[in-house]
């Protein structure tokens, strides 16, 4: 298809001298010692005054991961990592126990203001510009938890949510608070076992979001989480658990940024989403971690598990995801269709530039009867990077009239970069109907042409195709989120014309 | 990380282990070609059988499909050769230049050697061999890993099979038909590899077909490496209709020259495990390429299209057309993966993958791939599976048609869009023909 200019301009400006959150806070920290063993499981999960049945949980983890190698089948390319040399654990130094924002340690409250996240309940997210007359009440509310490192610092809302039955509170918290329902669901999608990373991460998880929303009920506010690794040599292991019980309905926003280090930092998160019958979890992410330099030096690598299991009838899954940072991305977002009639989407732009890798996509397998998914996949690669679709739609034996569409489409700007698309459909049922297609060009000459006889600079003719581009999968992200992703598109393929 | 984990060797492995230790010295060759031989067998003991998790072959685990080793075939005798009067009976009326290879071995006296057109030789690959002449390593790609284990294993064993020049600017009119035929006296397995050289501007067309008794338990391992020179004209067809117990593994390694025409069709409606897979290097810039493939699948069939096409150079079109009709337990796995390299700008290519599933236990799997290394480019690929459209079935029945005919009738329709295109009528005709005797054993 022919993309935007503008989408390739704004590409190729992924340089990574316009990283605008590489700022680093000074700030005093408590780290586990460097290195990973059975004591630095055991420290994490002491920090976290975990019951023994969680720390077992998290040894059984471990031991299991000793056995495992990392895969190597994704189109990456990076160093051995040096499990070792990495700190597992780092939170923020406590001054004392916080009761309330206001004791939270001013330095974090800045770094969040910094980036825009509203941590005090009256701020409201940038962005929309409410319309003349129109009251501050039309803004939404969005209820925050920013994880700063391995801990989280901050969920606002709390007790607004509470009046609805919304659980919502660091994971860490609900492991003492609802232990039942932790027990019950964290690692039913996502098992210790399921891969490298996702074991690890099960390992040495420190905190992450917990949502559980009970049976009819809307959640209402957007839920949204806030991820920014600050330490030097620091992994950040989150791990989220959302549950929408049946008839419930959560949406759910996650943002990520990071210092400019020169050296790599290992992020590798894992998400459990689990839907009942009728309800629905809608879970956005911007992932705008620190890509490395224009010469392709630091960075974060993001080694991400993400499954949503539409467990009961008729509910739905559906993810969107811009991706315009990291140096490397490993990133799956998968659904399980096992209720009749269930539902899974997937949304992603995933933007690379400088050196960039990025291996994504997801697995939409089809389990239930009746169950539909959609994808719709668009990589733009610019600077010599790599961006790649790995995409996998299956349909089980008893998937009868499981239906997917699937639409991937890459934009290259510049001759050094590569974009690939690797679909993996298997059908075991003859009722199921799978439609693939895929494309792969730049943005055509005569599009722009014709926008720049129309008056239009090369820059803003770019940005027009690639908004054109990307516009099917900015429409599904929340309004917030969309005014920022937008911003961002334009951000990171800046300069990327010429 | 670590090594590898090796795990222990199957029973084929070691067979295969056997076969060619005892065999090596008897392999027709001098030196040089026993040395090449020596590497390609270690390249395939190194890894084994390809199996589930060596991704080139993740849907085709011939650890698990191929149960054992069979001896290589031995030189067919008279009686063998009395008995493959009727092989090709697909294109017996019309009159191509018939090439015979029984059970492995290239027979002169049942080919059609006589009046070869000017420019256009023939030559038995075992003979070539024995004159140590570097062939097995001739017109191989860049793109082809020495690691490919069919490829490997083919090099070690291969005992005959044909070489065939067309010298530059040659047109040969009559299509030349390599008949692969098994007389099926005990089980073995059959190991062809065969050259065909066509020079600059020069046209032929060659067809393959492959065929054996159904209740013989045999193996092939058959490759066919083609040259194509600068603006020659090339169509090959590659017909399978190996036995019902078969295991049939073929590669071909194409090398296109620039600004040439190359047509690829394989048709494939018999062999219990069938792996083709094709390796379509574009040297050369402006050059076009067409390949098609028809599966017709029943019982428990397996079989597997693979592809790779490299594009390597500038401004080449490429338009990849698989089909597969799959009834009862078979599966059709296709992989098609489209390379565009730095240098290769303006390139056009179009995969298109199509799967019709007519029964519940059937399966398809499909992978089709994009690789794109440079920018100024039009790729694309579409993949669709599904079962017969209940509305066109109905529309048929409301006219009166029975159900099966009116299935028929659509099924029919689904394969013409792959045989329609062939240009030559009676090839197109014949295989039209196969098409509907298929249909009607399916009763």
Redesign the interface.
């Known amino acids: 298809m022919a993309a935007v200019q503008e989408t390739v301009d704004r590409v190729r400006s992924i340089d990574v001298e316009q990283y605008k959150y590489g700022f680093v806070t000074e700030i005093e920290s408590d780290k586990a010692p460097k290195g990973l063993s059975e004591d630095t499981v055991r420290f994490i999960s002491a920090k976290k005054s975990e019951p023994a049945w969680m720390l077992e949980w998290r040894l059984e983890a471990y031991r299991r991961w000793l056995t495992m190698?990392?895969p190597?089948?994704a189109r990456v390319e990076y160093p051995?990592i040096d499990y070792q040399d990495l700190y597992y654990y780092s939170a923020p130094k406590p001054k004392k126990q916080v009761s309330s924002l206001d004791e939270i340690d001013p330095e974090i409250l800045k770094t969040y203001e910094k980036l825009g996240i509203p941590l005090r309940e009256v701020a409201m997210l940038e962005g929309v510009e409410p319309r003349p007359g129109e009251a501050d009440t039309a803004k939404r509310k969005i209820a925050v938890d920013a994880v700063f490192d391995s801990v989280s610092v901050a969920t606002t809302f709390k007790e607004e949510l509470m009046k609805a039955g919304v659980i919502f509170m660091p994971i860490s918290e609900a492991i003492r608070e609802h232990p039942d329902l932790v027990k019950k669901y964290l690692g039913s999608v996502v098992p210790t076992s399921d891969n490298f990373f996702a074991t690890l991460n099960s390992a040495v998880f420190s905190d992450g979001s917990f949502v559980y929303v009970p049976p009819g009920v809307r959640c209402p506010m957007e839920l949204s989480t806030y991820f920014r690794i600050n330490e030097r040599n620091t992994g950040q292991f989150e791990r989220t658990l959302i549950i929408a019980d049946k008839g419930a309905y959560v949406s759910y926003l996650e943002g990520c940024t990071a210092p400019q280090r020169d050296e790599n930092q290992l992020h590798a998160a894992v998400v459990e989403l689990v839907a009942l019958d009728d309800a629905e979890i809608k879970y956005s992410t911007v992932q705008n971690w620190y890509p490395g330099n224009s010469e392709g030096v630091g960075g974060i690598y993001n080694f991400v598990t993400k499954r949503g299991d539409c467990r009961g009838a008729n509910s739905k899954i559906s993810w969107t995801q811009v991706e315009t940072g990291s140096a490397i991305t490993w990133k799956y977002p998968s659904c399980i269709l096992r209720g009749d009639n269930s539902r899974g989407e997937f949304y992603s732009i995933a933007i690379s530039n400088g050196y960039q890798q990025v291996d994504s996509g997801t697995k939409m397998i089809h389990l239930g009867r009746n169950t539909t998914s959609r994808i719709i996949s668009k990589g733009i690669a610019a600077g010599k990077s790599q961006n790649t679709y790995r995409g996998l739609v299956t349909a089980h034996?008893k998937a009868t009239g499981a239906r997917n569409f699937t639409a991937c489409d890459?934009l290259?700007?510049?001759?050094?970069?590569?974009?690939?698309?690797?679909?993996?459909?298997?059908?075991?049922?003859?009722?199921?109907?799978?439609?693939?297609?895929?494309?792969?060009?730049?943005i055509s000459e005569d599009v722009l042409f014709y926008c720049i006889q129309r008056g239009l600079s090369q820059e803003e003719a770019v940005g027009l195709v690639v908004n054109g581009f990307v516009k099917d999968v900015l429409q599904q992200l929340p309004m917030e989120f969309a005014v920022e992703a937008q911003k961002l598109i334009s951000i990171s393929l800046e300069g990327s014309v010429g | 990380?670590?090594a590898a984990i090796r795990p222990a060797r199957t029973i084929a492995e070691l067979g295969l282990a056997d076969i060619y230790a005892t065999s090596r010295q008897s392999l027709p060759g001098g030196t040089d070609i026993a040395a090449v031989r020596a590497a390609a067998f270690n390249h395939f003991a190194l890894a084994g059988l390809p199996h589930s998790r060596v991704?080139a072959w993740k849907y085709t685990d011939l650890r698990r499909l191929m149960r054992d080793a069979k001896p290589l075939a031995a030189p067919p005798d008279i009686k063998a050769k009395a008995r493959v009067h009727d092989a090709g009976a697909l294109f017996a009326t019309l009159g191509f230049r018939r090439l015979v290879i029984v059970n492995g071995a290239f027979a002169a006296d049942l080919s059609d050697l006589a009046g070869l057109e000017t420019g256009l030789t023939i030559r038995s690959m075992a003979e070539a061999l024995a004159l140590d002449e570097p062939l097995l390593s001739q017109g191989l790609g860049p793109m082809v890993p020495a690691d490919e284990p069919a490829l490997a294993l083919n090099t070690a064993l291969a005992g005959d099979g044909v070489v065939i020049t067309v010298l530059p600017g040659a047109t040969i009119e009559r299509p030349i038909h390599l008949v692969f035929v098994n007389t099926g006296a005990a089980a073995a397995a059959m190991v062809t590899r065969s050259l065909v050289v066509v020079g600059g501007g020069a046209r032929a067309t060659f067809v393959e077909t492959h065929e054996g008794p159904d209740h013989q338990d045999y193996q092939v391992n058959t490759v066919l490496q083609l040259v194509v020179g600068d603006a020659a004209e090339v169509d090959h067809f590659k017909i399978t209709r190996e036995g019902g117990a078969a295991v049939h593994v073929a590669t071909l390694l194409a090398n296109i020259g620039a600004r040439a025409k190359f047509n690829e069709l394989g048709f494939t409606a018999g062999g219990a495990v069938v792996r083709n897979q094709l390796f379509v290097l574009i040297a050369g810039k402006g050059t076009e390429a067409n390949l098609r493939g028809l599966s017709l699948l029943a019982g428990r069939q397996h079989a597997d299209t693979t592809l790779a096409v490299d594009h390597a150079a500038a401004g080449s079109q490429s338009r990849e057309t698989f089909k597969a009709v799959v009834d009862d337990e078979a599966r059709s796995v296709f992989q098609g993966k489209i390379s565009v390299r730095?240098q290769a700008?303006q390139t056009d290519a179009k995969m298109t993958t199509r799967?019709l599933?007519?029964?519940?236990?059937?399966?398809?799997?499909?992978?089709?791939?994009?690789?794109?290394?440079?920018?100024?480019?039009?790729?694309?690929?579409?993949?669709?599976?599904?079962?017969l459209d209940d509305q066109l079935k109905f529309y048929l029945m409301a006219r009166g048609i029975p159900e099966k005919e009116a299935e028929a009738l659509l099924i029919q329709a689904f394969a013409g869009e792959v045989v329609e295109t062939i240009g030559h009528e009676g090839i197109r005709d014949a295989l039209m023909d196969a098409t509907l005797g298929w249909l009607g054993q399916r009763g």
């Open positions: 190698t990392e190597g089948w051995k034996r890459s290259l700007i510049g001759d050094q970069c590569g974009a690939h698309t690797v679909p993996y459909v298997e059908a075991k049922n003859s009722s199921a109907l799978f439609e693939h297609e895929a494309t792969t060009s730049k | 990380m670590g991704e730095p700008q799967v599933l007519l029964s519940d236990n059937a399966e398809a799997d499909g992978k089709p791939e994009l690789e794109i290394f440079a920018d100024d480019v039009q790729c694309g690929h579409g993949a669709t599976t599904g079962t």
